[in-house]
């Protein structure tokens, strides 16, 4: 199961958080893991340079992008290797939203299609899409080309 | 969006201004209104739902008329023909999951759109309708989703499928009828279709073995067209090697090839997936370790972390079973340990913990002091464990691992990074001997500056039990009083029964232990004067040096066989119902209710430290011996000799799980049926087990304690006990008929269950008592010393060939499980390729007999081994019996 997606601000501020089969007494206590784990690691990691940790049985496998970190966290199946899957949908659907590793601003600017490419991309804690041509016209309700 | 912006060139400035700055729900809420206006404003409305959409993912949540008001306005906009805003709907019905009264607003507009033309319409509307639906608007789309399963479109098929994973959860019985339309799927040549397919057919039928032999079979063959799937049916594979083992005539494993192929695969993920299952293989050979073990030794120098990470995760794991397979990698695995990730730094030193030699400890830990500074608590406590580990393997280098532990317990650091230090010392006391007196001391030293109370009470209640019995008790009282003196009122208390342990063992103290418990009659606490009072009287405060009665020493150092949950309930009925009388403790119910036993996980059990100490109330052995000794038709067999790990008489997955534990007495054997009722509709009442021992000739049954009842997921306890000839290592096979009432479960919330029911039984697995039931593994700290010290008198030599066998390794496992006896020194680890190998076990023998036993095997090019056994022993019936194990076994 994919646990979770979160995207936070430089600040360690949430823009976007996605819980899968987290029990909602639990979330605030990742959300401030996850924060803290990027507040300690990312600083001058490069784009999309992947990062990975294991608490307990869970992993979390992290990136930053522009402005932006990125966090995905899973267990059982959805292991550091499926997440890092997971998360290089994420990025590469962001930059083709965004057209460049996003701002701030860009990121929020673009929210509602960022939205709609997460939906496609996890639902409800599984992968659905992986490439991000086919998800970038699905988000705009077109079939996909290689149909 | 809410604030206007001005556009400007540089995007620096544009930081500063968020499209949802000062954003508020009740604002948004007011703005959502634009849904309901006649002419729809498409793209205002598609803003209105991105700023619902943010509320919703910072965690912001709608009350129910919020949402419910949300929802309805949301519905209108089916009406517009905007397709960006059309996708942004389907996103906001699944966000806002309206509840099952609401959703029949949205069944038709959904409806409509399933059966569409446009197929993303189709795609969408069934993961809409998947998320929101119930059983039985299931039934009337069902038709719709089989054809969807099968659609041309991938992303039709996808959306259908993944909908399917989701429902089986809610709905099986429906989801399992579109197997056909499924296994088509899996057969689809787009991808993530594939994928998707396999995973749901393969939970369909993942308890039809047969089913996803053959899954797996045909599609090993054929073609897999995404590394995701690939990985699924490596999983899957795994599975089936599992279930059907070695191939016994030809010795090759089957599906061994496909995984090897699999190492060669051009997505690492897939590379991965293999290696970790040839790792996890039962009973894996060197042979097939070796490819998978290269490939994960090529990505400990991969650039990538994550490749870093899960090679030397695997690799960690694999050292647990197969410490010698690892060993090649150790100079990449040294590198890691100055690795930016500390996650991989901490797997990489444990690992290096488990396959280094005795010789590399020293050069390790030096490494490791460095390391320790700049780690989180959460991965110390990973490495202390391992640290606590190797030192039980190496007994003689105790001294430099116990002194690591009290250095980095005098650093800083939390509680559980705390405890898991002082549980290590604590296990490497009782484990080592030549290592209590250090221990202790290094144990007082941690009190005196000590800011956890718990550990201080739990380190004070472990030096009253062992500080006696060291040769200069007195150096500790010190350490002891010091904490009357100056600590909180609990540990005070603490401190004094330990005083009084001291007083108690040793006559010489007393006079002196009197003088310092009689100070403590002024303490401001009542329970610290309370416990000076009682001990003062129990002990003989009048200073006399007399030898304290057995009695008192019963009353000190004895554990309380009374259930605390018992306890606890007997206190409560007492306070609710007052009485003249005062409260007496015989009257608390010594029986242990039905409760979940965790020994399930017995043989990967990690070694307990002050959390269970041997005398405590929660260590496995000591439950086992307070459940049997309150069952009166079983207290006159005397004292419990050993208990085995439970062994399963059903698969796992069946309506009653039953495993049986063998308790060891001198002249009886007690089997404790521990079971588990899985089904919620079924009580069960008057639970037996039918044991017949015609293949076990010399017990015979003496009698039974059946279960009265066994309610659903609680698991209970039924006992059969048989009489053996004492002294002798009787063994035998039993067979097991599970006897019951089953009675329907009216209400599954209450587990309310009708009057009436019917027998009924169930056939559980044979199990035998075996040689090795007799023998408890005991460690010795210095083997030699021991052997020495046992002397020549009782010592028995004799050869064995033991035939050909499939490696020298396999023989040496197989010898010892043969003897149930303790592998010493790390002796159980044979090198690979090595052509002889010594083995040094220990054990105590029924009767409690110590044995040692010295193993010398050797491998012949044709796979023949011989092997020389010397046993020495307390008793020369003792050492034939070992003789006479290993000749029949």
Redesign the interface.
């Known amino acids: 199961m994919l646990l979770a997606v979160l995207i936070a601000n430089s600040e360690g501020n949430i823009l976007v958080e996605r819980f899968n089969g987290v029990p909602a007494e639990e979330r605030l206590h990742w959300r401030s893991f996850l924060v803290k784990l990027g507040a300690d690691n990312l600083k001058g990691v490069k784009n999309e340079e992947l990062l990975v940790a294991s608490h307990k049985s869970v992993f979390i496998v992290y990136t930053v992008l522009g402005d932006v970190s990125i966090f995905v966290v899973g267990k059982d199946e959805y292991d550091e290797l499926a997440l890092a899957e997971a998360i290089f949908v994420i990025t590469s659907a962001l930059k083709d939203v965004c057209g460049k590793p996003p701002t701030e601003r860009l990121f929020l600017d673009k929210y509602g299609k960022i939205c709609l490419c997460l939906d496609e991309i996890v639902w409800k804690g599984l992968l659905e899409n992986t490439d991000k041509e086919r998800i970038k016209r699905l988000v705009r309700l077109k079939p996909p080309t290689e149909f | 969006m809410a604030q206007p912006l001005v556009k400007k060139d540089d995007?620096r400035d544009?930081?500063e201004?968020?499209?949802?700055l000062g954003i508020e729900k009740g604002a948004v809420l007011q703005e959502a209104r634009v849904f309901n206006d006649p002419q729809l404003d498409a793209r205002r409305c598609?803003?209105v739902?991105?700023k619902l959409?943010?509320l919703l993912?910072?965690?912001e949540t709608f009350t129910k008329i919020e949402a419910t008001e949300v929802f309805f306005s949301v519905t209108k906009l089916f009406q517009s023909r905007d397709?960006?805003l059309?996708?942004?709907v389907y996103?906001m019905i699944?966000e806002l999951s309206p509840s099952a009264d609401e959703v029949i607003i949205v069944t038709s507009s959904l409806m409509k759109d399933m059966n569409s033309r446009?197929?993303?319409?189709r795609a969408?509307a069934i993961?809409v309708l998947c998320?929101i639906t119930d059983g039985t608007l299931l039934t009337q789309i069902e038709r719709y989703l089989k054809q969807a399963i099968v659609d041309?479109?991938?992303?039709v098929a996808?959306?259908a499928l993944?909908s399917g994973?989701?429902l089986l959860q809610t709905n099986p019985e429906i989801v399992k009828r579109w197997s056909n339309e499924v296994q088509e799927a899996v057969q689809s040549r787009?991808a993530?279709v594939q994928f998707?397919a396999l995973a749901l057919l393969h939970q369909i039928r993942q308890n039809d073995r047969l089913a996803v032999s053959k899954l797996v079979t045909s599609l090993t063959k054929g073609t897999v067209r995404?590394?995701?799937a690939q990985?699924?049916l490596i999983?899957y594979t795994s599975q089936v090697i599992r279930e059907s083992g070695v191939n016994t005539q030809t010795g090759d494993r089957p599906f061994y090839d496909y995984l090897e192929g699999c190492l060669r695969h051009k997505a690492?993920?897939v590379i991965?997936?293999a290696a970790r299952a040839i790792t996890v293989l039962s009973g894996v050979t060197t042979r097939e370790l070796t490819p998978a073990i290269t490939v994960l030794q090529l990505f400990l120098s991969s650039s990538?972390?994550?490749l870093r990470?899960?090679a030397v995760?695997t690799l960690n794991k694999v050292a647990m079973t197969h410490p010698m397979a690892v060993t090649n990698c150790n100079i990449d695995m040294e590198s890691l340990i100055s690795d930016q990730?500390r996650?991989?730094a901490t797997l990489a030193i444990t690992t290096l913990l488990k396959t280094g030699n005795e010789s590399s400890v020293d050069r390790l830990m030096k490494q490791i002091t460095n390391f320790m500074s700049d780690i989180a608590d959460?991965f110390k406590i990973v490495v202390v464990d391992a640290i606590r580990s190797l030192c039980l393997k190496f007994p003689l280098k105790y001294r430099s691992l116990m002194n690591f532990l009290s250095n980095i317990l005098r650093e800083e650091g939390g509680f559980e990074y705390k405890k898991a230090i002082v549980d290590s010392i604590v296990i490497l006391i009782r484990d080592i001997p030549d290592a209590k007196e250090s221990g202790l001391l290094h144990l007082c030293e941690f009190i005196e500056d000590c800011e956890f109370t718990y550990l201080s009470t739990q380190i004070l209640h472990f030096l009253g039990n062992e500080g006696p019995k060291t040769s200069d008790p007195s150096k500790y009282i010190r350490y002891i009083y010091n904490r009357v003196i100056l600590e909180n009122a609990t540990v005070r208390a603490s401190a004094v029964s330990t005083l009084a342990k001291f007083g108690a063992m040793i006559d010489s103290l007393k006079p002196r232990i009197f003088i310092l418990l009689r100070r403590c009659l002024f303490d401001n606490d009542d329970e610290v004067r309370d416990r000076a009072t009682l001990y003062l009287n129990t002990l003989g405060g009048d200073g006399s040096v007399v030898e304290t009665d057995k009695d008192v020493k019963e009353f000190l150092f004895g554990s309380l066989d009374i259930p605390l949950t018992n306890m606890e309930t007997s206190l409560k009925n007492y306070i609710q119902n007052p009485s003249e009388e005062p409260f007496d403790i015989n009257s608390v119910p010594k029986e242990v209710k039905s409760q979940p036993l965790v020994e399930k996980k017995a043989p990967g059990k990690k070694p307990t430290g002050l959390g269970a100490p041997p005398t405590g109330p929660t260590s496995t052995a000591d439950t086992y011996e307070r459940i049997l000794s309150s069952i009166p038709e079983f207290t006159s067999f005397g004292k419990l000799f050993k208990s085995s790990a439970p062994v399963e008489l059903t698969e796992a997955e069946t309506e009653y799980a039953v495993n049986v534990v063998k308790h060891i007495f001198d002249r009886h054997v007690v089997f404790q049926y521990n079971c588990t009722n899985t089904i919620p509709e079924q009580l069960l009442e008057n639970v037996f087990v039918i044991v017949d021992a015609s293949e076990a000739e010399e017990f015979s049954e003496v009698g039974s304690k059946p279960l009265k009842s066994l309610p659903y997921d609680t698991p209970g306890q039924t006992f059969v006990a048989f009489e053996k000839p004492e002294g002798v290592p009787a063994v035998g096979k039993f067979s097991n008929m599970l006897r019951f009432t089953v009675k329907e479960v009216v209400d599954t919330s209450t587990g309310e269950a009708e009057d009436d029911g019917v027998e009924d039984e169930y056939q559980l697995e044979d199990f035998e008592v075996v040689a090795a039931d007799y023998m408890v593994k005991v460690g010795v700290s210095n083997f030699r010393n021991a052997w020495e010290s046992m002397g020549p008198d009782f010592e028995r030599i004799d050869e064995y060939g033991l035939g050909p066998r499939e490696s020298l390794a396999e023989a040496v496992s197989t010898v010892i499980n043969l003897l149930g006896m303790q592998p010493c020194e790390g002796t159980e680890v044979v090198p690979s390729n090595s052509r002889s190998h010594s083995c040094l076990l220990s054990g105590l023998y029924i009767g409690n007999m110590k044995v040692l036993v010295r193993l010398s095997f050797g491998i012949d090019a044709s796979k023949e081994v011989a092997m020389k056994l010397a046993v020495r022993s307390e008793d020369e019936n003792v050492s034939d019996t070992i003789h006479d194990i290993v000749a029949s076994g």
């Open positions: 995007d544009d930081e201004y968020s499209p949802f598609s803003q739902i991105t959409l943010y993912n910072q965690g397709i960006g059309r996708r942004m996103l699944k446009t197929d993303m319409y969408n993961r998320r041309k479109n991938p992303v996808s959306a993944v994973i989701h787009a993530l998707h995404s590394p995701l990985c699924l999983r690492e993920m991965f997936e990538k972390p994550v990470f899960a995760r990730n996650s991989i959460e």
